[in-house]
C-alpha cells in the first residue's frame, strides 16, 4: 500500500449547509496532486481537512493508514507543511526567525533550537533563495520573496507533504514557475509529496501528475491531467467556454477560457 | 547570536538592574540610609543602627519586593493579552479584570471591611467573576471556535463600560470620608501591603516558569491559529492555559495593590521596540523591566510629595508615555 493519504467518503457541514459531500481519493507517496474547481468548491476546506484543521461531519481520512484523529497536532506537524493562502504578517519577524519556526514540531519543550536546526534553516531559505534576505522583515518582502520565505518554512519542517492553497494566485508567471519549479525540484529530491490547490489550470496541467476537479463540494473527477482538463467537464463546472487543446511547448493539455466577445455571435447572448 | 545566549544575556543584564534599583529604593527615604550601608544591613553585617535595619527589613524590602512583583506580572500579562488578543492596545485589564476587581474591592470599602483580607478577598472574587462570564460569552457566541480573539476583546470591553458606570454609582453613593480611599485603590496604591501578605507574591513565579515556557506558542501564534496548529501547537489548549494563568495571577496582583495603571500597557511595547517580536526573549524581559519600572515610579512616588505619598499609578503614565514616545521616535527617525 502507497497510499500516504486515504480519504473515504467525507463530508463537511457548516450548521446546515453542505461543504463537501462524499469525497473520496487517495494520493501517492511523492504524488503531484492538484486540487482544481471554482470559487467556493470547498477546495481550501478540503486542503484544511487532509492537514487536521477542519473537523468532518462524516467519513475518514487516513494518514499513513492511520486516521487522522489519533495523531496529535504536534505528530501529525512532523510530516505534514502548509503553505496557507493568506500569510499574517502583523508583528515584525525576521525571514529567518519565521523560517526557522518550521522546526518547531521536532523540538523540545523549552522549545530552544540548537545548531542542526539553524543549519536546516539555512538550507531551506537557499533552497528557495531567500538566503541574502534573511535579516529582513516579512513586511518589507514583495509578493514572490514572501511565498518563497513561507515555502522555506515548510520545507524546514521536514514534511513528507507539503500542502500548498492557491501558492502562486498573486504572483506574475515568472515568479509562479519559479515556485512550481521550487515544489518540482524539492519532490524530485526527497520524495516528497505534494497537494496543491490551484486556480491556474495551466499549470495544473503542466505540473500536476494528477488532478481532482471539485465542484459545489462533489468530486467531478480524478485522473491524470489530460483526462480530468477535458473541455465538457470543464465548461460545465466552471461554466464559461473553454478551448483545450495541446500546448505547444510539450504533451500537456493546454486550457483557454474564452471571454463573449471572441465567441461566435449567435453564442454570445447565451 | 543563539537564541538561548541571548535570552541568558538578557536575563542576567535586567536581573542586575532590578537588584540595583532595588539596593538604590530601600536605600531612600526620610530615615537616612546610604546605598553602602543599605547594602551592608541586606547582607546582615553592619547592624549600627536598629531603627534603620528595622526600616530596611519591615517596611521598605518588603514594598520594593511587592513593587516588583506588581510590575512584573503586570508588564508579562499586557505582554500576554497583546500576543493573544492580536491587538497592540491590549493591557492586563483588557478582559474585565480592572472592572470586576474594582467593583468587588469597593464593595468591601463600603461595608467596612479591613484592607486585608477583606478588601483583597472582595476585589479577587470579584475579578474571577468577570472573567468567568466573559470567557463563557466569547466561547457560547462562536460555538465552534471557541475563544476567538474578537469576541474575547468585545466582551471585555463591554463589561468593563459596564462595571465602570456600577463604580461611578458607587462612588457617587459614597460619603467623603471613603472617596479617597476608593480614589487612591482605583489609581493604584503600594501603600498598604502588610508582611504576612508578602508570601502571597510567591503565588506569580510558577506562572511566570509556564507564560515563558510557553514563549515560541505564542510567537507562533501571532502567525494566525491556524498556521500556529499547521506547525504543531494545540491552540486551544495553549490560549486556554494562557488565558486562565495570566487572569490569575494578574488578579491575584491587583487584589493587593489595586489598579495600577499603564505600566501593562507601555512595557511590553518598549521591550517590542528594542528586543524585537520573539517571546522568548520579551518573557523575562518584561518581568524584570516591568519590575525595575515600577520599583523606580514606586520611589518617586514615596520621595516626591512633601508630605505623605501618591498613588503610584500618577507616576507610571506621568513617565511611561514620554518615555515611549520619545523611543517611538528615535526608532523611527
Same mark, same amino acid.
Given at each position: 500500500?502507497?497510499?500516504?493519504?486515504?480519504?473515504?467518503?467525507?463530508?463537511?457541514?457548516?450548521?446546515?449547509?453542505?461543504?463537501?459531500?462524499?469525497?473520496?481519493?487517495?494520493?501517492?507517496?511523492?504524488?503531484?496532486?492538484?486540487?482544481?474547481?471554482?470559487?467556493?468548491?470547498?477546495?481550501?476546506?478540503?486542503?484544511?481537512?487532509?492537514?487536521?484543521?477542519?473537523?468532518?461531519?462524516?467519513?475518514?481520512?487516513?494518514?499513513?493508514?492511520?486516521?487522522?484523529?489519533?495523531?496529535?497536532?504536534?505528530?501529525?506537524?512532523?510530516?505534514?507543511?502548509?503553505?496557507?493562502?493568506?500569510?499574517?504578517?502583523?508583528?515584525?519577524?525576521?525571514?529567518?526567525?519565521?523560517?526557522?519556526?518550521?522546526?518547531?514540531?521536532?523540538?523540545?519543550?523549552?522549545?530552544?533550537?540548537?545548531?542542526?536546526?539553524?543549519?536546516?534553516? $539555512?538550507?531551506?531559505?537557499?533552497?528557495?533563495?531567500?538566503?541574502?534576505?534573511?535579516?529582513?522583515?516579512?513586511?518589507?518582502?514583495?509578493?514572490?520573496?514572501?511565498?518563497?520565505?513561507?515555502?522555506?518554512?515548510?520545507?524546514?519542517?521536514?514534511?513528507?507533504?507539503?500542502?500548498?492553497?492557491?501558492?502562486?494566485?498573486?504572483?506574475?508567471?515568472?515568479?509562479?514557475?519559479?515556485?512550481?519549479?521550487?515544489?518540482?525540484?524539492? $519532490?524530485?529530491?526527497?520524495?516528497?509529496?505534494?497537494?496543491?490547490?490551484?486556480?491556474?489550470?495551466?499549470?495544473?496541467?503542466?505540473?500536476?501528475?494528477?488532478?481532482?476537479?471539485?465542484?459545489?463540494?462533489?468530486?467531478?473527477?480524478?485522473?491524470?491531467?489530460?483526462?480530468?482538463?477535458?473541455?465538457?467537464?470543464?465548461?460545465?463546472?466552471?461554466?464559461?467556454?473553454?478551448?483545450?487543446?495541446?500546448?505547444?511547448?510539450?504533451?500537456?493539455?493546454?486550457?483557454?477560457?474564452?471571454?463573449?466577445?471572441?465567441?461566435?455571435?449567435?453564442?454570445?447572448?447565451? | 547570536?543563539?537564541?538561548?545566549?541571548?535570552?541568558?544575556?538578557?536575563?542576567?543584564?535586567?536581573?542586575?538592574?532590578?537588584?540595583?534599583?532595588?539596593?538604590?529604593?530601600?536605600?531612600?527615604?526620610?530615615?537616612?540610609?546610604?546605598?553602602?550601608?543599605?547594602?551592608?544591613?541586606?547582607?546582615?553585617?553592619?547592624?549600627?543602627?536598629?531603627?534603620?535595619?528595622?526600616?530596611?527589613?519591615?517596611?521598605?524590602?518588603?514594598?520594593?519586593?511587592?513593587?516588583?512583583?506588581?510590575?512584573?506580572?503586570?508588564?508579562?500579562?499586557?505582554?500576554?493579552?497583546?500576543?493573544?488578543?492580536?491587538?497592540?492596545?491590549?493591557?492586563?485589564?483588557?478582559?474585565?479584570?480592572?472592572?470586576?476587581?474594582?467593583?468587588?474591592?469597593?464593595?468591601?470599602?463600603?461595608?467596612?471591611?479591613?484592607?486585608?483580607?477583606?478588601?483583597?478577598?472582595?476585589?479577587?472574587?470579584?475579578?474571577?467573576?468577570?472573567?468567568?462570564?466573559?470567557?463563557?460569552?466569547?466561547?457560547?457566541?462562536?460555538?465552534?471556535?471557541?475563544?476567538?480573539?474578537?469576541?474575547?476583546?468585545?466582551?471585555?470591553?463591554?463589561?468593563?463600560?459596564?462595571?465602570?458606570?456600577?463604580?461611578?454609582?458607587?462612588?457617587?453613593?459614597?460619603?467623603?470620608?471613603?472617596?479617597?480611599?476608593?480614589?487612591?485603590?482605583?489609581?493604584?496604591?503600594?501603600?498598604?501591603?502588610?508582611?504576612?501578605?508578602?508570601?502571597?507574591?510567591?503565588?506569580?513565579?510558577?506562572?511566570?516558569?509556564?507564560?515563558?515556557?510557553?514563549?515560541?506558542?505564542?510567537?507562533?501564534?501571532?502567525?494566525?491559529?491556524?498556521?500556529?496548529?499547521?506547525?504543531?501547537?494545540?491552540?486551544?489548549?495553549?490560549?486556554?492555559?494562557?488565558?486562565?494563568?495570566?487572569?490569575?495571577?494578574?488578579?491575584?496582583?491587583?487584589?493587593?495593590?489595586?489598579?495600577?495603571?499603564?505600566?501593562?500597557?507601555?512595557?511590553?511595547?518598549?521591550?517590542?521596540?528594542?528586543?524585537?517580536?520573539?517571546?522568548?526573549?520579551?518573557?523575562?524581559?518584561?518581568?524584570?523591566?516591568?519590575?525595575?519600572?515600577?520599583?523606580?515610579?514606586?520611589?518617586?512616588?514615596?520621595?516626591?510629595?512633601?508630605?505623605?505619598?501618591?498613588?503610584?499609578?500618577?507616576?507610571?503614565?506621568?513617565?511611561?508615555?514620554?518615555?515611549?514616545?520619545?523611543?517611538?521616535?528615535?526608532?523611527?527617525?
Amino acid at each position: 500500500m502507497n497510499h500516504i493519504l486515504d480519504i473515504n467518503n467525507i463530508s463537511l457541514k457548516y450548521s446546515d449547509k453542505l461543504i463537501l459531500q462524499d469525497i473520496s481519493f487517495a494520493v501517492a507517496k511523492g504524488e503531484f496532486f492538484v486540487i482544481i474547481g471554482p470559487n467556493g468548491a470547498g477546495k481550501t476546506s478540503l486542503l484544511k481537512i487532509l492537514a487536521g484543521l477542519e473537523k468532518i461531519s462524516h467519513g475518514c481520512v487516513k494518514v499513513r493508514g492511520k486516521n487522522i484523529r489519533d495523531y496529535s497536532r504536534r505528530t501529525l506537524s512532523q510530516f505534514m507543511a502548509i503553505v496557507p493562502q493568506q500569510i499574517e504578517i502583523g508583528f515584525p519577524f525576521s525571514v529567518a526567525e519565521t523560517v526557522i519556526m518550521g522546526r518547531t514540531p521536532h523540538l523540545g519543550i523549552l522549545g530552544m533550537e540548537g545548531k542542526d536546526d539553524f543549519h536546516m534553516a $539555512r538550507e531551506a531559505m537557499e533552497f528557495t533563495d531567500v538566503a541574502h534576505l534573511a535579516d529582513r522583515k516579512l513586511h518589507q518582502l514583495s509578493g514572490g520573496e514572501l511565498q518563497r520565505a513561507v515555502i522555506a518554512r515548510a520545507i524546514c519542517q521536514q514534511p513528507e507533504v507539503i500542502l500548498l492553497d492557491e501558492p502562486t494566485t498573486a504572483l506574475d508567471p515568472a515568479h509562479q514557475l519559479k515556485i512550481m519549479d521550487l515544489m518540482e525540484k524539492f $519532490r524530485r529530491e526527497h520524495g516528497t509529496t505534494i497537494i496543491m490547490v490551484s486556480h491556474d489550470l495551466n499549470l495544473a496541467s503542466m505540473y500536476g501528475d494528477r488532478l481532482l476537479l471539485l465542484k459545489e463540494g462533489r468530486v467531478v473527477k480524478t485522473g491524470a491531467p489530460g483526462s480530468v482538463l477535458n473541455k465538457l467537464l470543464l465548461e460545465e463546472s466552471y461554466g464559461c467556454r473553454m478551448q483545450v487543446d495541446e500546448s505547444p511547448v510539450g504533451q500537456v493539455a493546454r486550457v483557454t477560457p474564452i471571454p463573449a466577445k471572441f465567441l461566435p455571435v449567435h453564442e454570445q447572448n447565451q | 547570536m543563539p537564541i538561548g545566549r541571548k535570552i541568558v544575556l538578557i536575563t542576567l543584564l535586567l536581573g542586575m538592574v532590578l537588584i540595583l534599583i532595588s539596593i538604590i529604593a530601600i536605600s531612600a527615604g526620610s530615615a537616612g540610609g546610604h546605598f553602602w550601608e543599605t547594602l551592608a544591613i541586606l547582607k546582615g553585617k553592619g547592624v549600627s543602627d536598629h531603627a534603620t535595619a528595622t526600616i530596611i527589613w519591615q517596611i521598605r524590602l518588603p514594598r520594593v519586593l511587592l513593587a516588583a512583583a506588581v510590575g512584573g506580572t503586570l508588564a508579562l500579562g499586557g505582554l500576554v493579552f497583546q500576543a493573544l488578543l492580536r491587538n497592540p492596545l491590549a493591557e492586563p485589564y483588557i478582559l474585565g479584570i480592572s472592572g470586576g476587581s474594582a467593583i468587588g474591592a469597593i464593595m468591601a470599602m463600603l461595608l467596612g471591611l479591613s484592607y486585608f483580607p477583606g478588601v483583597a478577598l472582595f476585589s479577587f472574587t470579584g475579578s474571577l467573576l468577570v472573567l468567568a462570564f466573559v470567557t463563557a460569552l466569547a466561547g457560547t457566541t462562536l460555538g465552534s471556535s471557541m475563544l476567538s480573539r474578537d469576541s474575547l476583546l468585545l466582551g471585555g470591553v463591554m463589561m468593563n463600560a459596564f462595571c465602570a458606570a456600577v463604580i461611578m454609582f458607587l462612588i457617587s453613593m459614597t460619603r467623603t470620608f471613603q472617596v479617597q480611599h476608593i480614589l487612591y485603590w482605583l489609581m493604584g496604591d503600594l501603600s498598604r501591603l502588610q508582611n504576612n501578605q508578602l508570601p502571597i507574591l510567591l503565588v506569580v513565579l510558577p506562572c511566570f516558569v509556564v507564560i515563558f515556557i510557553l514563549g515560541r506558542p505564542m510567537n507562533l501564534l501571532l502567525l494566525g491559529r491556524e498556521t500556529a496548529a499547521a506547525m504543531g501547537i494545540n491552540v486551544k489548549n495553549t490560549v486556554l492555559l494562557l488565558l486562565v494563568i495570566t487572569s490569575l495571577m494578574v488578579s491575584i496582583i491587583v487584589s493587593l495593590s489595586g489598579l495600577v495603571g499603564f505600566v501593562g500597557l507601555v512595557i511590553p511595547h518598549i521591550f517590542r521596540l528594542l528586543l524585537g517580536p520573539d517571546h522568548r526573549l520579551l518573557v523575562p524581559a518584561c518581568i524584570l523591566g516591568g519590575g525595575s519600572y515600577l520599583i523606580i515610579c514606586d520611589l518617586l512616588a514615596r520621595i516626591l510629595p512633601a508630605s505623605g505619598e501618591m498613588p503610584v499609578g500618577i507616576i507610571t503614565a506621568l513617565v511611561g508615555a514620554p518615555l515611549f514616545i520619545l523611543l517611538l521616535v528615535r526608532r523611527t527617525a
